[in-house]
């Protein structure tokens, strides 16, 4: 069943002894906190990781903008909506720098797409996610509202639990193979009389 932002709110603060919740509206101190955390955690959480179901791929769109004079830069290009972080930029191109986070300034000057990530609805969550996010957000409010300290170790210890299993889970999703050409990479195997060097 798809996850909403009301389920995941409702399962965190279950954790922490509250009633199940249905609705947003009106919500008492707990509930209010527990929303709060979730979009100030789950931006920060799709930030620092590749998550592939919040990546999505997007033409950039060319700024009428000049690079300052003297600088290395021939075009800037303006980040998506939604922009967390860039996971890769095509053609590959290694001499770009991102400024006020909300353009590229490039060497480059012909068409360019970027990898990056968004937060998506959470309905576009993975089941092993919406559970780990569920635990991030009763970790993150239970000191300050458990009646036993002690309450914190448990709902912790499955917190890192269930990232390990969400993360293994989206690193199931992606190819077993890297994406760049390593000369070095690829001739690890070679061994013996044979050179690893290509002429």
Same mark, same amino acid.
């Given at each position: 069943?798809?996850?909403?932002?009301?389920?995941?709110?409702?399962?965190?603060?279950?954790?922490?002894?509250?009633?199940?919740?249905?609705?947003?509206?009106?919500?008492?101190?707990?509930?209010?906190?527990?929303?709060?955390?979730?979009?100030?955690?789950?931006?920060?959480?799709?930030?620092?990781?590749?998550?592939?179901?919040?990546?999505?791929?997007?033409?950039?769109?060319?700024?009428?903008?000049?690079?300052?004079?003297? &600088?290395?830069?021939?075009? %800037?290009?303006?980040?998506? =909506?939604? /922009? !967390?972080?860039?996971?890769?930029?095509?053609?590959?191109? *290694?001499?770009?720098?991102?400024?006020?986070?909300?353009?590229?300034?490039?060497?480059?000057?012909?068409?360019?797409?970027?990898?990056?990530?968004?937060?998506?609805?959470?309905?576009?969550?993975?089941? &092993?996610?919406?559970?780990? %996010?569920?635990?991030?957000? =009763?970790? /993150? !409010?239970?000191?300050?509202?458990?009646?036993?300290?002690? *309450?914190?170790?448990?709902?912790?210890?499955?917190?890192?639990?269930?990232?390990?299993?969400?993360?293994?889970?989206?690193?199931?999703?992606?190819?077993?193979?890297?994406?760049?050409?390593?000369?070095?990479?690829?001739?690890?195997? %070679?061994?013996?009389?044979?050179?690893?060097?290509?002429?």
């Amino acid at each position: 069943m798809a996850q909403s932002k009301v389920t995941i709110l409702s399962n965190a603060i279950s954790q922490l002894g509250h009633k199940p919740i249905s609705t947003l509206t009106d919500p008492d101190d707990l509930v209010l906190a527990a929303e709060q955390a979730y979009d100030l955690l789950v931006p920060s959480i799709l930030s620092t990781g590749n998550w592939r179901f919040s990546v999505q791929i997007q033409q950039l769109t060319k700024s009428i903008e000049t690079p300052p004079s003297g &600088s290395p830069w021939t075009a %800037i290009y303006l980040l998506p =909506a939604g /922009y !967390l972080k860039n996971v890769r930029i095509y053609p590959q191109n *290694y001499q770009y720098d991102i400024y006020e986070n909300s353009k590229i300034y490039s060497t480059w000057s012909g068409e360019i797409w970027m990898e990056y990530q968004f937060v998506p609805d959470p309905s576009r969550f993975t089941a &092993s996610f919406s559970h780990y %996010i569920t635990y991030e957000i =009763a970790a /993150y !409010l239970c000191l300050s509202s458990a009646q036993k300290t002690e *309450y914190y170790t448990v709902i912790e210890n499955k917190r890192i639990q269930t990232l390990a299993m969400a993360a293994a889970s989206d690193a199931q999703n992606r190819p077993n193979f890297h994406q760049a050409i390593f000369p070095v990479l690829n001739n690890r195997e %070679i061994g013996g009389i044979v050179s690893n060097i290509n002429g």
